[in-house]
């Protein structure tokens, strides 16, 4: 079994920056997929970025240049440090993740096994 543990959700004024943390325990491999979502109020849950197998980072037009996924093995951590925020941000956001995941399924919320409880990111104007 997989736990994912996000945090450093919170509200900041438009501009700022915060980085969320998704902590990972339990049996994964080197081909460990971890993606970040968001949903906001009333809206489908959406792709943000992932790391695919450990290697590959992808991320979503919308965030694509201020976003940015890095790691801490040692410490089985992963982060999205996210800059230059927009008031569309606004939203929860899980982490996920999946062991076998193939990389035409890497931005589709179904495919993946295990998920975060979620932490808000609230921004203002």
């Known amino acids: 079994q997989v736990h994912l543990v996000e945090s450093g959700g919170g509200v900041v004024q438009a501009g700022g920056s915060l980085r969320l943390s998704c902590v990972v325990s339990?049996?994964?491999?080197?081909?460990?997929?971890i993606g970040w979502f968001r949903q906001a109020p009333g809206k489908e849950r959406e792709f943000v970025a992932a790391?695919?197998?450990?290697?590959?980072?992808y991320y979503s037009d919308s965030v694509k240049g201020r976003f940015f996924i890095s790691n801490n093995n040692a410490e089985n951590t992963v982060y999205l440090q996210m800059d230059t925020l927009r008031p569309d941000d606004t939203a929860v956001y899980y982490c996920a993740g999946d062991s076998g995941l193939i990389l035409s399924s890497v931005r589709n919320h179904a495919h993946y096994d295990y998920w975060g409880q979620g932490t808000q990111v609230t921004v203002s104007s």
């Open positions: 339990g049996r994964t491999s080197s081909y460990f997929t």
């Open positions: 790391r695919w197998r450990g290697r590959t980072t």
